[in-house]
């Protein structure tokens, strides 16, 4: 997959922007602030998927203005594809494939596969549970239709179970205890299929990430992966009948595929809170690489790779061993200062200040 040309109109502090991409290597420098990640940012809302900075749309509009524009033309499986994207500041946003109207964002993830490397990706080891279950549940949605089908109903399910336990105000009507038993059910059937997919990945995932950690690591360690849950052994319906009383009192689900988490575990200590932090950096970036193999083996082409100024946050021999473990693909890749590992070879290179692209020297 190929993306070869991006516009960006009142997109955060893009204005009017448009760019083409190298088939390759795209190195877009500039200082810090002027723009250089919510090109990245623009780019990387193409499949479908959330911010990776975690913006709400209101903050993706260029102030002052009701909307922002995305539009992008891609090469895949040897065709050309249109997408556009309209992003309301307050109410619903759209998109568009190829003229055509996309009900659900997601369903760009047939079209386009990206995998982004941040410097916050030290959060995937050190950080909170959500982390961990929005990187395992992004791989899923980015190939697996019935995933994206089962995540939407699960939603959907949780959100009506919580607004049901709220109404309760601490006391469990039969009225409620009926309605709950209704949710329950489909509530049940949609955490253990979730678990179900996110236990399989975590699963065929670990060989990756052992792979790429002792390549970037540069030393040969084991790294361990495991689902966990507290509902699983005992079966959901148990659980829930046991958190029942403190579900009303509190008004929200408090067991089932949304409070669980994915344990990462290097030489058998948990890596969270026993590995230093260079230990943890390799972790991430093995997260990272392992994800676009793991894309690419699933959808058979090598999903876009966006790199925003990682490189200033490694050390020269991680830095060396990250580019020998890049795959061919396409790469856009940020950096403050210009400067970048031997290794990569940019055959575009742009400048960006004030949110105002200027082309730099073509390698």
Known sequence: MIV?????????????????????????????????????????????????????????????????????????????????????????????????VIKRFKDLSDTVSIVVFSPDDLELVKGSPGIRRNYIDEILLGFDKNFRLVKTNFDRVIKQRNNLLKQGRGRLSKELEASLSIWNSQFIELSEAISKSRTELVRD???????????????????????????????????????????????????????????????????????????????????????????????NDSPLILLDDVFSELDEGRSKRLVECLPSAQIILTSATGTIPIGINPGKKLKVLNGRISSGEDG
């Open 4 to 100: 070869s040309q991006l516009w960006l109109i009142d997109f955060r502090n893009h204005a009017s922007t448009e760019l083409r991409l190298d088939s390759g290597v795209t190195l877009i420098t500039g200082q810090n602030g002027h723009g250089k990640t919510n090109l990245l940012e623009g780019l990387s809302l193409l499949n479908g998927h959330k911010s990776f900075r975690g913006a709400t749309s209101e903050s993706l509009v260029k102030s002052g203005s009701e909307f922002a524009v995305i539009r992008a033309q891609l090469i895949r499986d040897k065709r050309e594809h249109l997408i556009e994207m309209k992003i309301v500041a307050s109410g619903r946003s759209r998109v568009q494939l190829n003229r055509q």
């Open 205 to 299: 995932i670990e060989p990756l990430v052992n792979t790429f950690y002792s390549q970037v690591a540069g030393k040969k360690e084991q790294v361990k992966f495991k689902y966990e849950t507290t509902w699983m052994d005992k079966g959901l319906g148990k659980a829930l009948h046991e958190v029942r009383h403190e579900e009303l009192r509190r008004g929200t689900t408090l067991v089932g595929p949304h409070r669980d988490d994915v344990i990462i575990d290097l030489n058998n200590l948990v890596s969270r809170t026993h590995s230093s932090q260079g230990e943890q950096r390799s972790l991430a970036l093995a997260l990272r690489l392992s994800e676009h193999t793991y894309m690419a083996q699933q959808i």
